[in-house]
């Protein structure tokens, strides 16, 4: 019984760690945290001209 009560509570932790930056939907919240941390290497965050534009990889930091 505590077994299953632990699993239950990591794969909840799991999901409630924030925007995916890796490759996951292109939301506000991802695209924000995407383009501070490329700010911050001195790039900007721009979109791949094939890309569609709703999923993270979609995105490359490029520097200026």
Known sequence: MASIFLISLS?????AG??????GVASYDALKSASSACAA???EL???PEGSG????DYACKRK
């Open 41 to 43: 290497k001195g790039g």
């Open 46 to 48: 721009v979109r791949s």
């Open 54 to 57: 709703k999923r993270m990889t």
């Open 18 to 23: 924030g925007p995916d930056v890796t490759g």
């Open 11 to 15: 794969s909840c932790a799991s999901s």
